[in-house]
């Protein structure tokens, strides 16, 4: 008999990265829908750095997951059981599933997804909440244009990588901070980067001083810490900080120490705007067909960081974000 | 022989306060406006927070004031001797006449002023660069409307004080923060404020919370600091924090820590922006005429702090506002 494989939220943890007693993985009976509900079977969840907040208490831009919820992902899956008139057996779906192999949805913020546009696991990624953050943030948030210069920090992930060829697809020069030098090779020669700054590698400000000749007009925040610290001397007047992340700071043991160098947003006059990419939702088909044109068209390459292990390896592949270890839009094939 | 008193820099302050060696104060030849020029006798200097980055050497919204020249200030004074079509003997005028008596100009970027509305020395303040100040971060980058919550710090400064009467004059709520009960209490009784925080009281957060039931829309930011530390976690989503200066790093003797809540910029999806006047240089008649008319209407308080002692008390009145000890737009009679 197939059993629903779920991790529950069981303990809240304490700063510093998830251990696994914070959650309890089981099987639980296969549920069955509803009237105007459906049963999806998942194939990938999604592993994103926002998850680290959302198991913590406090005030945040959502509620956080109760204990004895299931841990909130997204997932995609295929409707293999349904008595909702809109979704049938087949449709392949992303929603906020939860990590667990089996859902019930009543169809509230599902997605049907296109196989034709690309596959199922993209529309997790690029063509999924990643893609649509990059969209917003750099050309909505960060307002990026032609001949602007242009730096995202953890370049090499989900949604670094689609900012920094979103940036060349719209004439920018792009410039993505990384770790390591096989990161840094790969944003140049796969991802259409025009220079890389290796954060392992030292002296950050000279890196982006060589990288940055004439400053820099965007910067798309992913990290804060002591990068963003570089990079604040070195903003244009007028420059745009689209603040999407700060994952230095998610898995810290103490509230780390804010950005020294702030005074340049007054003296350069610097927009630094945080933004959560739900804000957009009303614009999602207008970036989803942008975004789909672009895959289609080949122009936008989907970098893919699909772990194994099922349900019972969450923990261990989440961590992966906050220590460096994913490369590409990372989730679980469950 | 009338001499022109004026006030050179002589040497670059070392952090912290400004030192009187800093200043080469002497007696030079008044000197003969040539042609197209005229020579204005000063009344009023302007002292503004601002000034303490002018004298700095590196980078910033505008080059430094070199070494010989004299001290960069706005003033206030009577033309005097014109060789200019433009300007006239008896003409009230406003302009980067420096820190002396005595000054020739070429007309660029002076107002003639008119003394009907206010008298001369509020037209370095309230109908000054203050007032523009004041009018354009809150109403332009802070986009503060009807039934928002308004927080202002330095609030019994010249900028502060109008931030709050122009935020109750728009139907928000105004909340100042400032040091000491007398400074606290003239905000609410003289200025209109609806309440006020004290700063050397303690616990800001608890102060603010009170002052502040439903949390906080705009933050006009002068200061920086603890007390942009403890706004940051009372910002209501989609807040808009105007950065106009940040005046408790001015002086520090080293590089003080960051904003450590700057988080709540990501989660409570804020925008926090600096600005300076001058970015909003063509909008000034718009916003003179506003200004002029609620100050016609006795709608408008204009809080002046002149100080006697002339151009040789230039030093010690310049770090009042770095100490707290101004109460009001100050300026020095000369």
Redesign the interface.
């Known amino acids: 008999m197939t059993m629903n494989r779920v991790a529950r939220l069981v303990k809240r943890p304490a700063p510093g990265l998830v251990t696994p007693e914070c959650f309890e993985i089981a099987d639980e009976a296969v549920p069955e829908p509803g009237d105007g509900e459906f049963r999806v079977r998942a194939e990938y969840v999604s592993l994103d750095p926002a998850m680290r907040?959302w198991i913590n208490e406090g005030?945040?831009?959502v509620p956080p997951v109760s204990l004895g919820e299931v841990m909130r992902a997204f997932s995609a899956g295929t409707v293999e059981a349904s008595r909702h008139p809109d979704f049938k057996e087949g449709d392949q779906v992303v929603g906020l599933f939860g990590v667990q192999t089996h859902a019930i949805s009543d169809g509230t913020r599902v997605q049907k997804v296109d196989p034709e546009i690309a596959p199922l696991q993209s529309w997790i990624g690029g063509l999924g909440m990643p893609g649509l953050t990059a969209y917003f943030g750099l050309l909505r948030v960060g307002a990026a244009k032609e001949g602007d210069t242009v730096v995202v920090s953890a370049a090499s992930g989900a949604v670094g990588s689609l900012v920094g060829q979103i940036a060349k697809l719209k004439g920018c020069r792009a410039v993505g901070i990384a770790g390591g030098p096989e990161k840094c090779r790969a944003l140049i020669e796969e991802d259409g980067f025009d220079a890389a700054v290796d954060y392992k590698a030292g002296d950050l400000g000279a890196q982006l001083d060589a990288a940055c000749p004439n400053g820099i007009d965007v910067d798309f925040e992913n990290v804060?810490g002591d990068i963003l610290?570089a990079i604040l001397?070195r903003m244009n007047?007028f420059g745009r900080i689209a603040?999407?992340?700060?994952i230095s700071?998610y898995t810290a043991t103490s509230?780390?120490?804010?950005?020294?160098?702030?005074?340049?947003?007054?003296?350069?006059?610097?927009?630094?705007?945080?933004?959560?990419v739900f804000?957009f939702a009303e614009d999602n088909a207008t970036a989803l067909a942008d975004l789909g044109q672009w895959v289609k068209a080949g122009k936008l390459r989907l970098r893919e960081d699909v772990r194994e292990g099922g349900v019972d390896a969450f923990v261990d592949t989440l961590n992966l974000l906050y220590t460096g270890g994913n490369f590409g839009k990372l989730s679980l094939k469950v």
């Open positions: 907040g005030k945040s831009y804060g610290d001397p007047p603040v999407c992340g700060l700071a509230l780390p120490p804010g950005p020294k160098n702030i005074r340049f947003v007054l003296t350069m006059r610097l927009k630094m705007q945080g933004f959560i804000d």
